[in-house]
């Protein structure tokens, strides 16, 4: 049995080795959302956890197509670093790729933004109000998974908190400068992980039991919910918001989950054989901010640049409405 099951793993592994050297060879399927740079130039689009994984991917695209990007962070000095590294690389680009042609190619803003304290949200939202003329884009990418327990700066649950609530108060706090900036759009990243998910009203900041992989689920069920009802309330002003899911891709936001170190060599083998780059996971984030094929679409669910069918539990508008009543007073919109 023991040879067998390692004969097995090396035929896995060896077949995970040639996919992924016919997956290089080939090439990644990488669809630029926007295709003409036209459409960007001008625009300025905010992206939350630009300085990493898809939003660093995202950042990058959005820039080629000719936007003016700022990029949301914790960290300052790790978005400092990234945007220097974004900044070589368009040049290094030379105008060759779409969007960075002489006087085309996009500019590069960094903010501190800490979704886990919403202080800082408040702090952010009053400086993008008092300095930005516009906004045309707010791609709500940031999140954390997994995580231990652990509580954000005004007491949520780390995942809920971040994932759902802070950037719940960022867009609200935005929503004015969206309007009179429309027509624009708000995206939202969630996880196909929603579907493992439930919104217990009994327990949001999960004090009374706690699972990782669940809380996670339930904060991208949140996204989606928040969505649909943002959608609603949105409709005649033509400000449109959607959300997405971006399949598995290669990023740091697993740094919570530990893998044994014997299993890592096979668990890196399988990500690169499988899991998307950043920049494919982040197409279909550059596609619902820029495509025209969107233009006017609101409140729907997309993965790999096209619409996706929702669970029921994702639709209920009934949950909808109560988790936004409840979101504006744990956020302080209402007291």
């Excluded at 991917?57 to 700022?70: D, S």
């Excluded at 706090?173 to 708000?186: D, E, N, Q, V």
């Excluded at 949105?234 to 971006?246: A, F, I």
């Amino acid at each position: 049995m023991a040879l067998v099951a390692t004969v097995a793993a090396l035929l896995a592994a060896l077949g995970g080795a040639l996919w992924l050297a016919a997956r290089r060879f080939v090439g990644p399927s990488v669809r630029h959302g926007g295709g003409d740079s036209g459409l960007m130039h001008r625009k300025t689009v905010l992206i939350t956890g630009a300085n990493s994984g898809l939003g660093r991917a995202t950042a990058a695209e959005l820039l080629r197509l000719g936007a003016r990007v700022i990029m949301g962070c914790r960290d300052r000095a790790r978005a400092e670093e990234a945007a220097g590294q974004l900044r070589r690389e368009l040049r290094q680009a030379g105008g060759s790729g779409p969007g960075s042609d002489a006087g085309e190619a996009g500019e590069l803003v960094v903010r501190e933004l800490d979704l886990a304290s919403l202080r800082s949200v408040r702090a952010f939202c009053q400086e993008m109000l008092q300095e930005e003329p516009r906004l045309d884009v707010l791609i709500n990418n940031a999140g954390i998974f997994h995580c231990p327990y652990m509580k954000t700066e005004d007491g949520f649950e780390m995942q809920f908190g971040v994932n759902h609530l802070g950037h719940f108060l960022l867009t609200n706090l935005l929503l004015g400068l969206l309007k009179s900036s429309a027509p624009s759009r708000i995206v939202v990243v969630s996880s196909k992980l929603y579907k493992y998910g439930d919104i217990n009203f009994e327990d949001l900041n999960s004090e009374q039991s706690y699972n990782k992989s669940f809380c996670y689920s339930r904060s991208k069920l949140a996204n989606i919910l928040f969505t649909r009802e943002l959608a609603r309330r949105l409709e005649g002003t033509n400000v449109t918001v959607n959300v997405l899911h971006p399949g598995i891709v290669r990023t740091n936001l697993g740094r919570h989950i530990h893998i044994p170190l014997l299993v890592k060599p096979l668990f890196n083998l399988v990500s690169w054989a499988f899991f998307k780059t950043p920049v494919e996971g982040a197409q279909t984030s550059v596609y619902l901010a820029s495509s025209p094929e969107v233009e006017g679409v609101s409140g729907k669910y997309f993965g790999d640049c096209k619409e996706e069918a929702l669970l029921p539990k994702a639709m209920d508008e009934s949950v909808a409405r109560k988790l936004w009543d409840i979101s504006e007073v744990m956020v302080g919109i209402l007291k």
